[in-house]
């Protein structure tokens, strides 16, 4: 599934045409260049919010002069801005109390009919709201980081935007961040400019918490990527995938071939393979964050973290293991979690199940054997698809487990945070929901 990733400008020059007679060579030649020229003024014009932010610009990539680290200094908190944002007249902030039923479902319901969907609108990813009391709520978390939009007179909620607090590792410094996230504006109000003043005020309440990074992602390529990274399906149910359109019955394949293809055995195959349970958190905790240091950016998980992210929650997060049934060690781990999207516009079907890989070590079992079990108990638990980005080292078993290349690009990015060189993904060591 392509997740809503916009056309891409080609940023490095590609209008060199060097295949022209000689001739009318100088005419082409500043033909070409007006074309840079209009391309890169209008490519300057196009952020007129992300040019203002401290955050890598286009004109700067590739200038190895400029420092690692953040680009800002942090302010006191005195000075840093105490009342909200303007909002046009119409709408008023709200902090929204995730834990409050009422107000879950609002926002379930505004995610669900306007969060991002595929380049072809066929498909609208459907957080259920266990996930979203899951994904707001790390230990640590501020309400005050879980922000509204409402119409003043009615009360809708029209707009939404997150942060959590993560500490992110970059290279040896471990940053504590605000991971933002879920920013979305009702499709009645988009194009107004209301989401820089969204992006704008959870800044400003990161901030007053003495915080001054953020991490996010996003499908739209922005001033500017630390690595994009591509998603990977691999198919469980091929047949409602190619019904639903999510696939396409491939050349010379027919049906039956292509559910042959895709057949996965019943059980697991590694011996010890099991879920993964509260008394293993030490296990779990030590193995994460020995297995993240090989990443330039990663979570810096403790043991709270990892009970929060990797216990296993039904319908929200799995987490599997190897015991090793000799010495009881635990040797390797890895983990998926639910994500599933609206079909739009199909007859059969509304929901499309989807997994999504989350953290994998591997330091006995090979990554491509414990993978391979994922896949195992995700068709066992009935999902449609399983989905992974080719980060950390996924590579490795991508192809070999026939995964298939999507359509969707996932830009990582790094708010008041200086990279030198763009990474390549399998550098990189964070996942975000
Ligand atoms: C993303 C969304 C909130 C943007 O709102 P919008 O009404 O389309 O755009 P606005 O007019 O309010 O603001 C445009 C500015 O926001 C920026 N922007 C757009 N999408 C963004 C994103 N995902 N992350 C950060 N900034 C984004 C634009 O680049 C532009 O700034 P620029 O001029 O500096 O380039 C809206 O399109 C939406 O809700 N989409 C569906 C959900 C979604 O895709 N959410 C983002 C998930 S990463």
């Not at 030649?29 to 286009?58: C, M, N, Y």
């Not at 680290?69 to 109390?97: A, R």
């Not at 080719?390 to 830009?411: A, S, T, Y």
Request: neutral net charge.
């Amino acid at each position: 599934m392509a997740d809503n990733n916009a056309p891409t400008a080609d940023l490095v020059s590609s209008g060199d045409n060097n295949n022209v007679s000689s001739d009318n060579e100088n005419e082409v030649s500043i033909d070409a260049l007006a074309k840079k020229v209009q391309e890169s003024l209008s490519l300057a014009k196009r952020h007129k919010f992300w040019e203002t932010q401290p955050v890598g610009q286009f004109k700067d990539l590739g200038n190895s002069s400029l420092p690692e680290g953040p680009i800002e200094q942090p302010i006191p908190l005195s000075e840093v801005k105490q009342e909200p944002y303007n909002l046009p007249t119409p709408y008023e902030w709200i902090t929204c109390d995730i834990d409050s039923e009422e107000v879950c479902n609002e926002v379930y319901n505004l995610l669900t009919n306007n969060y991002v969907e595929d380049d072809e609108n066929m498909f609208r990813f459907n957080y259920s709201k266990e996930f979203l009391c899951w994904a707001l709520r790390p230990p640590g978390y501020f309400r005050s980081w879980h922000i509204g939009v409402r119409v003043k007179t009615s009360k809708k909620l029209v707009a939404f935007i997150t942060g959590i607090p993560a500490k992110i590792r970059v290279r040896d410094t471990v940053v504590l961040m605000a991971e933002v996230n879920f920013l979305c504006v009702h499709k009645k109000l988009r194009s107004k400019r209301l989401a820089p003043v969204m992006i704008k005020e959870v800044t400003r309440r990161i901030h007053l918490e003495n915080i001054w990074q953020a991490a996010y992602t996003a499908g739209v390529v922005l001033p500017t990527p630390i690595t994009t990274c591509q998603y990977w399906h691999r198919s469980l149910n091929p047949k409602k995938l190619i019904d639903v359109g999510f696939s396409r019955l491939g050349a010379r394949m027919t049906m039956s071939r292509t559910i042959k293809l895709y057949k996965l055995p019943d059980q697991t195959s590694t011996p010890g393979f099991r879920k993964m349970e509260r008394h293993d958190l030490p296990a779990v905790t030590r193995l994460l964050r020995n297995y993240l240091k090989q990443f330039v950016v990663a979570p810096d998980f403790d043991e709270n973290d990892v009970e929060h992210w990797m216990l296993p929650q039904e319908n929200v997060v799995d987490s599997y293991l190897v015991e090793s049934p000799d010495t009881h060690e635990i040797t390797d781990f890895c983990s998926f979690y639910t994500l599933p999207s609206s079909i739009l516009g199909s007859q059969n079907y509304t929901t499309l199940k989807a997994a999504y890989s989350y953290y994998s070590v591997s330091t006995k079992t090979p990554l491509l054997q414990l993978m391979n079990d994922a896949l195992v108990v995700a068709k066992k638990k009935d999902f449609d698809v399983f989905n992974a980005l080719d980060v950390m080292q996924n590579e490795i078993f991508l192809k070999e487990l026939k995964f298939g290349p999507g359509d969707g690009k996932l830009h990582y990015y790094l708010y008041n945070y200086r990279l030198k060189h763009v990474l390549r993904a399998s550098e990189l060591g964070l996942v975000l929901l």
